[in-house]
C-alpha cells in the first residue's frame, strides 16, 4: 500500500481541509504542513529502494498510457521529491516560528500547494498535466511572494505575474503545436513519435515549449522577475523558491530537451548559455547592498552552473549536476532561513547593518557561515563535493572547450566567494566590539537550521552516500529508450 | 479564398495571440497589460480547438441514437481548453487583486512610474 | 522604438508558426488519442458526452489539479487582499422596488439552472464548471440587486472543504477498494444515456459544481467587500 500518488494526493487533501480545520481550531493549522511533509519524506523514503530496482509507473485511473495520464516515478522522480519534502518538512518547521503576521491559514494552504505543485511536476509523466502542475507551482508563488502585502512584494508578485503567465501560455501553445503534429499529449508516446516529423516542426514547439519553462527556471536572458520576487518573499518563501521552485522548472527543461526531444544538439548552446548565467548572477550579486537580492542573484549563478554541468550530457556531468542541485537547495536553504531572523532582528535588509551582529546572535550567524561555505563550495561542505564534481567532470570530457570554460567557471566561483566574505567580514569583524545582549532566533528555527547544516556536512564528507541514486538519476536522463519502453510497455 | 476560409480559425487564434503579446510589450498601463494577458489566453485556447476541428464535425456527444462517430470532433482540446479556461481565469483574478493592492500602494497603475525594485 | 522591437520579435515568431502550420492541416482527421476516446469511451465510462469522459476519466488528474488552481486563485486572492485596510464603511445606495424583486424572482431559477447543468454533466453539454459559473453568477446577481445582503462566508468555506474533500475520497476510494487505481471509475456504469449511469463522473461533477459555485462566489465576495 505504498503508491507514489500519494505524495501528490496527501498535501493535496490536507490543503483543501485546512479551512476546515481552521474554523475548529486557529492554533493546529501550523503544524499539518509539518504532518504532510513529514509523511512525503517518510514515504519517498521508503520508495527509494523499491524505484532503484524498478521503475514505477503509476496509471491514473486505470487506463493504459497514452490513453489515460501516468506517473513515472524513476530515480529523479523519487530524487526530487525526496527533496522536495525535506526541504518543505524542514523550512515549515522553521515557519512555526517565523510566520507571526497576515492571514496564516491561506500562507499554510498556499505553501503546501506550491510544494504539491513541485512534486506533480517531477513525477507527472504526461505533457499537459506538467503544464497543470506547473501553473499550481506558479501561481501560488505569485500569491506567496505577495504575502506581506508591502510595496515591494506587490510589485514583484505582479511582475512575476505578468512574466510567469506569458511564459505559460507560450508553454501551452507548444503542448498545442506538438499534440497537433502527433495527436497525443503522454511524454513517452510524443518522445517516441519525435523522429517521425520533419525537424524544423519540432523546432518550434521545442522553442515555445522551453521557453515558457524556461521563465520559471530562470535561464539568463528570462530572469528578470527572479531578484525582485525572491527579495520580497518572506524568508522561508524564499528558501523554498529559491532552492525548490527554480530547480524543478530546471528538471522540466531539461526533461524537454533529453528525454521528449531528444536534442542533444542543442545542448552545446545551453552551456553558453549556462556560463553566461553563472557570470551575469555573479556579477550582478556582487554590486548588491541588498542581502537577499545578493543571495537571489547567488541563485542565478548556481542555475547556471547546474546547467552547464548538465550539458555536458555525460553520466558524470549529469550526476554532478543534479548533485549541485541538492548542495544548492541545501545551502541557499539554509542561508535564507538564517537571513531571515537576521533581517527580522536588525528591521533591515542592508548588509552594511549586520555589522557586529556575530556578537549579538553568534548562533543564526555561523549558521549563515556554513551555508555560505557550502554555495561557495570549501570542504568539507557539500557544495565542494558537487563542485569538485563537476570540474572533474568537465576535465574527463577532454574537449578544449570545456577546460576554458571550467576556467570562467572558478572566476564565477572567486567572485562568489568574494561577494560572501564581504558578508562575513562585516557579521563578524566590523561595528562595535562591546559584548551585546545576545537574542537569538527561537529555539525552533535553530534545530529546523541545524538539520540542514548536519545534511550539508553530512554529504560533503560522504558523497558516495548519495552516489547510487545520482548515478541511476543520470542513466534515466540518458537511455531515452528505457524511459519509452517502460511507460509503453 | 479557399486558403482563408480553411485558415481563418488559425488567422483567427494567432492574431489574438499576437495582439495580446503585443499588448504585454508595448502598453504600460497595468490593468491594459491585464486584459493583454486575457487576450493572450483566449488566442491560445481558440488555437487549441481549432486543431481538434474535423471538416463538417460534431460534438462528441452522444445523446441520440444514429449519431456518426466518425464526423464527430476530436474530444482532446476541448478537455485541455475546458482546463486552460480555468487556468486563466485563476491568473486573471489574481492579477486584478494585485492591481488593487498597487494602487492603494502608489496611487498610479502606470507601470514607468512604479519603480521601487531596482536591478 | 519599443514598439518596432516588438513589432520585429513578433514577426520572427510569426514565421516559425506558419512553418510549423504547414504540418497540422486544418480540418483533418482525428488523433490516434481522440479516436480511441470516440470509440471507446461510452463502454469505458459510460458517458455519453466524451468531453466528460475525457475530463473526469481519461485525464481525471488534470481536473484534479484544475479544481486545485481555481481553489488556489480564491485562497491567494483573500490572501493579497486580507491585509489591506478598509477605507470605512461603503455607501450602499438602496435598490428600486422593480430591482430587488426581480433579483429575489431569478435568483432560485438560477441556481436551478445551474444545478441542472452540473448534474447532466455525463449526458449534455455542460458541466461541474460551467454549472459552478453559472451559480456563482446567481450570487452576484443578489451582490449587484440586494446590495445589502452577504453571503455566509463560512458556509461556503465549509462547501468549498468539502466538495474538494469529496473528490479526492471518491479517487481514494477507487485505489483501495475498486481496482487499485487512484480515480478508478469503481462504481457500476448502469445503463447508458440515463441520470443514474457513468459510475461516479455524476458525484465528482456535483462535486466541482458545488466546489467552483462556492470559490467563485468567494472570488466576488472578496472583490467586492476590498475594493
Same mark, same amino acid.
Given at each position: 500500500?505504498?503508491?507514489?500518488?500519494?505524495?501528490?494526493?496527501?498535501?493535496?487533501?490536507?490543503?483543501?481541509?485546512?479551512?476546515?480545520?481552521?474554523?475548529?481550531?486557529?492554533?493546529?493549522?501550523?503544524?499539518?504542513?509539518?504532518? &504532510?511533509?513529514?509523511?512525503?519524506?517518510?514515504?519517498?523514503?521508503?520508495?527509494?529502494? =523499491?524505484?532503484?530496482?524498478?521503475?514505477?509507473?503509476? =496509471?491514473?485511473?486505470?487506463?493504459?498510457?497514452?490513453?489515460?495520464?501516468?506517473?513515472?516515478?524513476?530515480?529523479?522522480?523519487?530524487?526530487?521529491?525526496?527533496?522536495?519534502?525535506? &526541504?518543505?518538512?524542514?523550512?515549515?518547521?522553521?515557519?512555526?516560528?517565523?510566520?507571526?503576521?497576515?492571514?496564516?491559514?491561506?500562507?499554510?494552504?498556499?505553501?503546501?500547494?506550491?510544494?504539491?505543485? &513541485?512534486?506533480?511536476?517531477?513525477?507527472?509523466?504526461?505533457?499537459?498535466?506538467?503544464?497543470?502542475?506547473?501553473?499550481?507551482?506558479?501561481?501560488?508563488?505569485?500569491?506567496?511572494?505577495?504575502?506581506?502585502?508591502?510595496?515591494?512584494?506587490?510589485?514583484?508578485?505582479?511582475?512575476?505575474?505578468?512574466?510567469?503567465?506569458?511564459? %505559460?501560455?507560450?508553454?501551452?501553445?507548444?503542448?498545442?503545436?506538438?499534440?497537433?503534429?502527433?495527436?497525443?499529449?503522454?511524454?513517452?508516446?510524443?518522445?517516441?513519435?519525435?523522429?517521425?516529423?520533419?525537424?524544423?516542426?519540432?523546432?518550434?514547439?521545442?522553442?515555445?515549449?522551453?521557453?515558457?519553462?524556461?521563465?520559471?527556471?530562470?535561464?539568463?536572458?528570462?530572469?528578470?522577475?527572479?531578484?525582485?520576487?525572491?527579495?520580497?518573499?518572506?524568508?522561508?518563501?524564499?528558501?523554498?523558491?529559491?532552492?525548490?521552485?527554480?530547480?524543478?522548472?530546471?528538471?522540466?527543461?531539461?526533461?524537454?530537451?533529453?528525454?521528449?526531444?531528444?536534442?542533444?544538439?542543442?545542448?552545446?548552446?545551453?552551456?553558453?548559455?549556462?556560463?553566461?548565467?553563472?557570470?551575469?548572477?555573479?556579477?550582478?550579486?556582487? %554590486?548588491?547592498?541588498?542581502?537577499?537580492?545578493?543571495?537571489?542573484?547567488?541563485?542565478?549563478?548556481?542555475?547556471?552552473?547546474?546547467?552547464?554541468?548538465?550539458?555536458?550530457?555525460?553520466?558524470?556531468?549529469?550526476?554532478?549536476?543534479?548533485?549541485?542541485?541538492?548542495?544548492?537547495?541545501?545551502?541557499?536553504?539554509?542561508?535564507?532561513?538564517?537571513?531571515?531572523?537576521?533581517?527580522?532582528?536588525?528591521?533591515?535588509?542592508?548588509? %552594511?547593518?549586520?555589522?557586529?551582529?556575530?556578537?549579538?546572535?553568534?548562533?543564526?550567524?555561523?549558521?549563515?557561515?556554513?551555508?555560505?561555505?557550502?554555495?561557495?563550495?570549501?570542504?568539507?561542505?557539500?557544495?565542494?563535493?558537487?563542485?569538485?564534481?563537476?570540474?572533474?567532470?568537465?576535465?574527463?570530457?577532454?574537449?578544449?572547450?570545456?577546460?576554458?570554460?571550467?576556467?570562467?567557471?572558478?572566476?564565477?566561483?572567486?567572485?562568489?566567494?568574494?561577494?560572501?566574505?564581504?558578508?562575513?567580514?562585516?557579521?563578524?569583524?566590523?561595528?562595535?566590539?562591546?559584548?551585546?545582549?545576545?537574542?537569538? &532566533?527561537?529555539?525552533?528555527?535553530?534545530?529546523?537550521?541545524?538539520?540542514?547544516?548536519?545534511?550539508?556536512?553530512?554529504?560533503?564528507?560522504?558523497?558516495?552516500?548519495?552516489?547510487?541514486?545520482?548515478?541511476?538519476?543520470? %542513466?534515466?536522463?540518458?537511455?531515452?529508450?528505457?524511459?519509452?519502453?517502460?511507460?509503453?510497455? | 479564398?479557399?486558403?482563408?476560409?480553411?485558415?481563418?480559425?488559425?488567422?483567427?487564434?494567432?492574431?489574438?495571440?499576437?495582439?495580446?503579446?503585443?499588448?504585454?510589450?508595448?502598453?504600460?498601463?497595468?490593468?491594459?497589460?491585464?486584459?493583454?494577458?486575457?487576450?493572450?489566453?483566449?488566442?491560445?485556447?481558440?488555437?487549441?480547438?481549432?486543431?481538434?476541428?474535423?471538416?463538417?464535425?460534431?460534438?462528441?456527444?452522444?445523446?441520440?441514437?444514429?449519431?456518426?462517430?466518425?464526423?464527430?470532433?476530436?474530444?482532446?482540446?476541448?478537455?485541455?481548453?475546458?482546463?486552460?479556461?480555468?487556468?486563466?481565469?485563476?491568473?486573471?483574478?489574481?492579477?486584478?487583486?494585485?492591481?488593487?493592492?498597487?494602487?492603494?500602494?502608489?496611487?498610479?497603475?502606470?507601470?514607468?512610474?512604479?519603480?521601487?525594485?531596482?536591478? | 522604438?519599443?514598439?518596432?522591437?516588438?513589432?520585429?520579435?513578433?514577426?520572427?515568431?510569426? @514565421?516559425?508558426?506558419?512553418?510549423?502550420?504547414?504540418?497540422?492541416?486544418?480540418?483533418?482527421?482525428?488523433?490516434?488519442?481522440?479516436?480511441?476516446?470516440?470509440? *471507446?469511451?461510452?463502454?469505458?465510462?459510460? #458517458?455519453?458526452?466524451?468531453?466528460?469522459?475525457?475530463?473526469?476519466?481519461?485525464?481525471?488528474?488534470?481536473?484534479? /489539479?484544475? $479544481?486545485?488552481?481555481?481553489?488556489?486563485?480564491?485562497?491567494?486572492?483573500?490572501?493579497?487582499?486580507?491585509?489591506?485596510?478598509?477605507?470605512?464603511?461603503?455607501?450602499?445606495?438602496? #435598490?428600486?422596488?422593480?430591482?430587488?424583486? /426581480?433579483?429575489?424572482?431569478?435568483?432560485?431559477?438560477?441556481?436551478?439552472?445551474? #444545478?441542472?447543468?452540473?448534474?447532466?454533466?455525463?449526458?449534455?453539454?455542460?458541466?461541474?464548471?460551467?454549472?459552478?459559473?453559472?451559480?456563482?453568477?446567481?450570487?452576484?446577481?443578489?451582490?449587484?440587486?440586494?446590495?445589502?445582503?452577504?453571503? *455566509?462566508? $463560512?458556509?461556503?468555506?465549509?462547501?468549498?472543504?468539502? #466538495?474538494?474533500? $469529496?473528490?479526492?475520497?471518491?479517487?481514494?476510494?477507487?485505489?483501495? $477498494?475498486?481496482?487499485?487505481?487512484?480515480?478508478?471509475?469503481?462504481?457500476?456504469?448502469?445503463?447508458?444515456?440515463?441520470?443514474?449511469?457513468? /459510475?461516479?463522473?455524476?458525484?465528482?461533477?456535483?462535486?466541482?459544481?458545488?466546489?467552483? /459555485?462556492?470559490? @467563485?462566489?468567494?472570488?466576488?465576495?472578496?472583490?467586492?467587500?476590498?475594493?
Amino acid at each position: 500500500m505504498v503508491n507514489p500518488i500519494l505524495l501528490i494526493v496527501v498535501p493535496l487533501g490536507l490543503a483543501f481541509a485546512l479551512p476546515i480545520v481552521n474554523l475548529i481550531s486557529k492554533k493546529i493549522i501550523k503544524y499539518i504542513p509539518v504532518l &504532510a511533509f513529514l509523511f512525503n519524506l517518510i514515504l519517498s523514503l521508503l520508495l527509494i529502494p =523499491k524505484v532503484l530496482e524498478q521503475t514505477i509507473i503509476v =496509471k491514473i485511473g486505470g487506463f493504459h498510457p497514452p490513453f489515460g495520464i501516468n506517473l513515472f516515478v524513476g530515480p529523479v522522480g523519487i530524487l526530487f521529491s525526496t527533496l522536495i519534502a525535506l &526541504a518543505g518538512f524542514l523550512v515549515s518547521i522553521y515557519a512555526l516560528s517565523y510566520i507571526k503576521e497576515g492571514p496564516k491559514e491561506k500562507y499554510h494552504i498556499l505553501y503546501l500547494l506550491l510544494l504539491t505543485g &513541485a512534486t506533480g511536476v517531477v513525477l507527472t509523466g504526461d505533457m499537459f498535466n506538467l503544464f497543470v502542475f506547473f501553473e499550481i507551482l506558479c501561481i501560488s508563488s505569485y500569491a506567496l511572494v505577495a504575502y506581506l502585502g508591502n510595496k515591494a512584494g506587490i510589485e514583484s508578485s505582479i511582475k512575476y505575474l505578468i512574466q510567469g503567465s506569458v511564459g %505559460s501560455s507560450l508553454l501551452l501553445l507548444g503542448i498545442g503545436l506538438l499534440y497537433g503534429q502527433l495527436g497525443t499529449l503522454n511524454m513517452a508516446d510524443i518522445a517516441n513519435q519525435i523522429n517521425s516529423i520533419s525537424s524544423p516542426s519540432i523546432f518550434v514547439p521545442m522553442i515555445f515549449i522551453i521557453t515558457g519553462l524556461g521563465i520559471e527556471a530562470a535561464i539568463f536572458p528570462l530572469n528578470a522577475w527572479l531578484p525582485d520576487a525572491h527579495s520580497s518573499a518572506p524568508s522561508s518563501i524564499s528558501a523554498i523558491l529559491s532552492g525548490i521552485a527554480i530547480e524543478v522548472g530546471l528538471y522540466a527543461v531539461i526533461r524537454v530537451i533529453f528525454t521528449i526531444f531528444n536534442a542533444s544538439s542543442f545542448l552545446m548552446f545551453f552551456v553558453f548559455l549556462g556560463v553566461l548565467t553563472l557570470l551575469i548572477g555573479e556579477m550582478s550579486a556582487f %554590486s548588491q547592498k541588498n542581502i537577499k537580492r545578493m543571495l537571489a542573484y547567488s541563485s542565478i549563478g548556481q542555475i547556471g552552473l547546474i546547467m552547464f554541468a548538465i550539458s555536458l550530457n555525460t553520466q558524470l556531468g549529469i550526476s554532478a549536476g543534479f548533485f549541485q542541485m541538492i548542495s544548492h537547495t541545501l545551502g541557499k536553504g539554509l542561508l535564507f532561513l538564517s537571513v531571515g531572523f537576521l533581517i527580522y532582528k536588525t528591521g533591515s535588509m542592508k548588509i %552594511s547593518s549586520f555589522e557586529g551582529i556575530g556578537k549579538k546572535m553568534p548562533i543564526t550567524s555561523l549558521l549563515f557561515t556554513i551555508g555560505a561555505f557550502s554555495i561557495v563550495g570549501l570542504p568539507p561542505f557539500a557544495g565542494f563535493a558537487s563542485k569538485f564534481m563537476i570540474i572533474k567532470a568537465a576535465l574527463t570530457t577532454g574537449q578544449l572547450l570545456f577546460t576554458v570554460l571550467i576556467g570562467v567557471i572558478l572566476l564565477g566561483t572567486v567572485i562568489e566567494g568574494a561577494y560572501f566574505f564581504k558578508v562575513i567580514q562585516s557579521i563578524y569583524f566590523k561595528g562595535t566590539t562591546d559584548i551585546i545582549k545576545r537574542d537569538e &532566533a527561537p529555539l525552533i528555527a535553530l534545530i529546523s537550521m541545524s538539520i540542514f547544516v548536519l545534511l550539508i556536512i553530512f554529504i560533503g564528507v560522504y558523497p558516495d552516500f548519495i552516489a547510487r541514486i545520482l548515478n541511476s538519476a543520470a %542513466s534515466e536522463f540518458i537511455n531515452r529508450i528505457d524511459y519509452i519502453r517502460s511507460v509503453l510497455g | 479564398m479557399e486558403f482563408l476560409s480553411n485558415y481563418i480559425y488559425y488567422i483567427g487564434a494567432f492574431g489574438l495571440i499576437f495582439i495580446g503579446l503585443f499588448i504585454i510589450l508595448v502598453k504600460h498601463n497595468l490593468i491594459k497589460v491585464i486584459i493583454g494577458i486575457g487576450i493572450l489566453d483566449t488566442g491560445v485556447n481558440l488555437f487549441l480547438i481549432a486543431v481538434g476541428y474535423i471538416s463538417k464535425g460534431t460534438a462528441p456527444i452522444f445523446s441520440k441514437a444514429g449519431l456518426d462517430a466518425n464526423n464527430m470532433v476530436d474530444p482532446v482540446p476541448q478537455a485541455l481548453v475546458l482546463t486552460s479556461i480555468v487556468i486563466g481565469v485563476a491568473i486573471l483574478a489574481l492579477a486584478l487583486s494585485l492591481a488593487i493592492r498597487l494602487y492603494k500602494h502608489y496611487g498610479t497603475l502606470d507601470l514607468r512610474k512604479i519603480k521601487e525594485q531596482r536591478w | 522604438m519599443k514598439k518596432i522591437i516588438s513589432l520585429i520579435l513578433l514577426f520572427i515568431i510569426c @514565421l516559425g508558426i506558419v512553418f510549423c502550420l504547414q504540418d497540422i492541416p486544418f480540418g483533418a482527421a482525428k488523433t490516434k488519442v481522440g479516436h480511441y476516446y470516440i470509440d *471507446n469511451g461510452r463502454e469505458e465510462t459510460g #458517458a455519453t458526452n466524451i468531453v466528460t469522459s475525457v475530463v473526469l476519466n481519461y485525464r481525471g488528474f488534470d481536473t484534479l /489539479g484544475e $479544481v486545485t488552481i481555481l481553489f488556489l486563485a480564491a485562497i491567494g486572492l483573500g490572501a493579497v487582499l486580507a491585509t489591506l485596510k478598509k477605507k470605512g464603511k461603503r455607501q450602499i445606495e438602496p #435598490a428600486s422596488l422593480i430591482l430587488k424583486t /426581480g433579483c429575489r424572482f431569478l435568483f432560485p431559477l438560477i441556481l436551478l439552472f445551474g #444545478a441542472y447543468i452540473f448534474i447532466h454533466g455525463h449526458l449534455t453539454p455542460g458541466g461541474g464548471f460551467q454549472g459552478g459559473a453559472i451559480i456563482a453568477s446567481a450570487f452576484l446577481l443578489v451582490y449587484l440587486g440586494c446590495r445589502e445582503r452577504k453571503i *455566509n462566508e $463560512v458556509a461556503n468555506k465549509i462547501t468549498e472543504s468539502i #466538495a474538494g474533500l $469529496v473528490f479526492i475520497v471518491m479517487g481514494l476510494i477507487g485505489l483501495t $477498494v475498486g481496482g487499485h487505481y487512484f480515480l478508478s471509475n469503481f462504481m457500476p456504469k448502469g445503463e447508458i444515456n440515463t441520470l443514474f449511469s457513468s /459510475g461516479i463522473i455524476p458525484i465528482i461533477y456535483i462535486a466541482i459544481g458545488f466546489k467552483v /459555485g462556492s470559490e @467563485l462566489t468567494g472570488i466576488i465576495d472578496n472583490l467586492m467587500e476590498k475594493s
